[in-house]
């Protein structure tokens, strides 16, 4: 009976626990007992027990002793390992190991079925959704070549309004730069009638007689100043609606600006496939703006922009037409009480004329340098406009580069060289704005310049006026009637 409390104590006769049947405790608190097997209750109600299996065996008349106690020891070894009493303490039946292999049969066909119907609907609706996203992006993309064209059209409105507004502004302003020269032209006449007036003032004894030469004189004076405050007035106009036209023209193109953005955006986005580059993720974009326009008030704002610009170049048109209609009425006026005057006057109008030239030169020469300033300033402008998008470009580098993770934050020849390019094309917009203030600082001394050649027309004349003495002379200077409508 050692050998059957010897083999108690092997753990490799453990039983494996079952994943569907629970854990015996019996078996294993059987274990931990060094006792024989023979200690069990002999009222079990098991249908087979050891003590009788021993009694069974002593019973056995035809075995010799020898072979009844290695009967005996065989049967020790083969009935009291703890696997053999693991088999025979089991609580569960025959039915519930069937039953339990059912149940796992049927929850595993179930859960397969469960499987293949979500693969069969999923397939389904990756199919569907795949369809639907197709013609999703078919329709946008036929709408945003909808828009494109309705940009086109837009956009050749505009530009045929500010061909037409640029054709106006040119004419308006060849009217007023008429207009001024014809103003300017005034002076000099109206300077020679009043230095004639002054110098018949200095008559002396009977010659000092208020003469029909007189009585012309102050008319002619009066006539002049009428048309110099006549034409003052529409310049005055005219400033004020060239300022309205390149207002209505700069609405104009800031307009076609945008749309030619909008239109090389929306191309852009028209040709973007789903195998196109540069495409990504963009985190809450599909926000609805409220700031942005609508259809009807997109095309509301470019309609009512042309409709603006046209109201103005009628405007335009007609003050031109008036302007026009006031030059030959000023010039007629002051041409025939000019032929009233004593043609005497026309030797010293010569020689006043000279002087006048002269100065006129210099004036054109200076109005030509403030043009030439003017197109050096939008030549600056342009050059600090040019350099915008390089610096956006390297402080757009530079911010895209200041993301990168970690260890790739490195300060490398690429961010070195983008700091050097920044730095570069800051000094550059720096300088250029330096000149470009050095040149409006020119230009308005070349405006002071030209203001001052202006009045020194008149000092001039009158100078030579005071100079000559000679009332008959200063009367040959009066202009001629292209001069009068502004024409040279």
Not at 147 to 170: A, G, K, P, Q, Y
Not at 177 to 196: D, Y
Not at 352 to 376: C, G
Request: proline share 3%; charged share 30%.
């Amino acid at each position: 009976m050692e050998l059957i409390g010897s083999t108690q104590m092997a753990t490799y006769a453990r039983p494996k626990t079952s994943h569907f049947l629970p854990a015996i405790s019996t078996t294993a608190s059987s274990y931990r007992s060094h006792q024989p097997a023979l200690t069990l209750n002999q009222n079990s109600n098991m249908p087979w027990r050891t003590n009788s299996y021993f009694r069974s065996g002593s019973a056995i008349p035809t075995v010799s002793a020898l072979q009844r106690d290695n009967l005996d020891l065989v049967r020790a070894k083969t009935m009291f390992y703890p696997s053999n009493r693991t088999a025979l303490s089991t609580r569960y039946m025959p039915e519930d190991w069937y039953k339990s292999n059912q149940s796992n049969y049927r929850e595993s066909e179930s859960s397969r079925n469960s499987a293949e119907r979500l693969r069969r609907d999923t397939i389904r609706m990756i199919q569907d959704k795949d369809q639907l996203t197709r013609r999703t992006q078919d329709t946008t993309s036929k709408n945003i070549g909808e828009r494109l064209n309705n940009i086109s059209f837009w956009r050749s409105e505009l530009n045929h309004e500010i061909d037409n507004m640029v054709t106006e502004i040119s004419a308006l302003t060849d009217v007023k730069r008429r207009l001024e020269r014809a103003l300017a032209e005034t002076e000099g006449p109206l300077q020679v009638s009043q230095e004639c007036l002054f110098h018949r003032e200095k008559r002396m004894s009977i010659d000092l007689v208020h003469d029909d030469v007189e009585k012309d004189l102050i008319k002619e004076v009066e006539v002049i100043k009428s048309c110099q405050e006549r034409m003052r007035r529409h310049l005055e106009r005219a400033i004020a609606q060239l300022a309205s036209n390149r207002a209505a023209q700069h609405e104009l193109e800031r307009d076609l600006s945008d749309k030619v953005t909008a239109q090389r955006i929306d191309d852009r986005c028209h040709h973007l496939r789903n195998t196109s580059d540069g495409i990504s993720y963009y985190r809450g974009i599909d926000r609805l703006d409220p700031s942005i326009s609508l259809p009807d008030s997109w095309s509301k704002f470019t309609d009512d922009n042309i409709l603006h610009s046209q109201s103005q170049r009628a405007a335009s048109h007609k003050l031109r037409d008036e302007i026009e209609f006031l030059l030959n009425a000023t010039s007629n006026e002051m041409w025939n009480q000019f032929n009233t005057v004593n043609v005497s006057f026309t030797n010293r109008i010569s020689e006043t004329a000279d002087t006048k030239n002269s100065l006129q030169t210099h004036l054109a020469k200076t109005l030509q340098e403030i043009f030439q300033t003017d197109m050096l300033i939008e030549a600056l402008k342009k050059a600090i406009r040019d350099k915008e998008n390089p610096l956006k470009v390297a402080q757009t580098r530079l911010e895209e580069r200041s993301r990168r993770p970690n260890v790739e934050l490195c300060r490398d020849n690429p961010h070195h060289r983008l700091i050097t390019e920044v730095r570069e094309i800051e000094d550059t917009i720096h300088k250029l704005r330096e000149r470009l203030m050095e040149a409006e600082n020119t230009l308005q001394t070349l405006v002071k310049t030209k203001v001052a050649l202006e009045h020194d027309l008149s000092i001039k004349a009158n100078s030579l006026f005071l100079d000559q003495e000679k009332c008959m002379s200063m009367r040959k200077s009066f202009p001629s009637t292209p001069r009068l409508v502004g024409y040279t």
